[in-house]
């Protein structure tokens, strides 16, 4: 029991209250005996105040003991408040510059790989445009352009500008069932194009509203090719010194190529402009004109290559049957 007692009087920690008075307790022992001790050693060893010094040495110990209760405490606990705020203000400065060190670190490695990667896509979008070739409406309406991709003619990045798009999706909705259908078959080419090569779409920021020009301007900056079937817009692309493309010249480019002196079959199908001539077509879509057969209409013949003739519409192939006649050009001179 006794030792049961002993151990939770040990076990015991005093409270915060106890610990103040205490400490208090400690405080005014401590400055009893320093107020005793100087004024001992600094008034009234030598010079004794009228016989009385003793008294005094009791009157300043008991001030300092005072202090010592009530004041040191409160002091100490002032001075305990500063150095802590002190301590605090002091690390959270430390800590609050390293975190603005770091955070501005962090967001100039950020910044700087943003522009990195900015700088990249640039470069590669530089690249992806300046092998591209840019179509205007009338070939995506035209569609031979896809079979051309198809076969892999044109393995180049296509650009079909947001303007292009717009002006497809204008004719869609038109009322013309003519002009709907083109403008529908428009938007379905640019899909299977999307599908099959590499479509670039800028979206063009401009007050300009001929799409045309808008075409040509973005051309000229980019340094890029032009395929077009418009006519008019040909002519202007050229003159700007833009290089154009035109899917009737590859055509023509890829059509049989019949010398004079050749001969091979054509049906006649219809009777032409001079009164002795027959028309017949190429499976390429070649015309043929064919001398002295005007009585051969729906009948297979066999004819000889008298010459040919490359026009802005293509080819033009005349013969006579087995060799025989000539071309009305030709009587026209002789």
Request: charged residues 30%.
């Amino acid at each position: 029991m006794v030792k049961k007692g002993i151990n939770s009087v040990e076990q015991k920690k005093p409270s915060a209250g106890e610990f103040g008075i205490i400490s208090r307790v400690v405080y005014t022992v401590v400055f009893l005996v320093l107020g005793f001790s100087i004024c001992r050693s600094l008034f009234f060893i030598d010079l004794p105040f009228l016989g009385y010094h003793l008294i005094i040495e009791i009157i300043v110990a008991l001030i300092m003991g005072t202090f010592g209760f009530f004041l040191f405490p409160l002091l100490l606990s002032k001075l305990k408040y500063w150095v802590e705020g002190l301590v605090i203000t002091a690390v959270s400065k430390v800590v609050s510059d390293f975190w603005d060190q770091q955070s501005k670190r962090i967001q100039q490695a950020r910044r700087e790989k943003q522009r990195m990667k900015a700088e990249e896509k640039s470069i590669k979008e530089k690249q992806e445009i300046e092998n591209a070739i840019l179509l205007d409406t009338s070939v995506l309406i035209d569609g031979r352009i896809l079979d051309v991709v198809k076969i892999g003619f044109i393995d180049r990045p296509l650009i079909i500008t947001q303007n292009v798009i717009n002006e497809l999706q204008k004719l869609s909705d038109n009322k013309s069932n003519i002009k709907r259908n083109r403008g529908r078959m428009g938007l379905d080419v640019v899909k299977e194009l999307k599908k099959r090569t590499s479509v670039i779409i800028p979206d063009i920021k401009t007050k300009e509203k001929d799409v045309d020009k808008i075409l040509v301007d973005y051309a000229k900056e980019k340094k890029i090719k032009l395929m077009t079937l418009d006519f008019n817009l040909n002519k202007v692309a050229k003159v700007s010194g833009i290089k154009v493309l035109n899917i009737n010249d590859l055509i023509n480019s890829l059509k049989t190529l019949l010398l004079p002196g050749e001969d091979f079959s054509v049906k006649i199908l219809q009777q032409g402009k001079e009164k002795k001539q027959g028309i017949g077509y190429l499976p390429d879509g070649t015309m043929v004109i064919v001398e002295d057969s005007v009585d051969k209409v729906g009948q297979d013949v066999h004819v000889k290559v008298l010459k040919v003739i490359q026009s802005s519409a293509g080819k033009i192939i005349f013969g006579g049957i087995n060799g025989n006649g000539k071309s009305s050009s030709d009587e026209k001179k002789d």
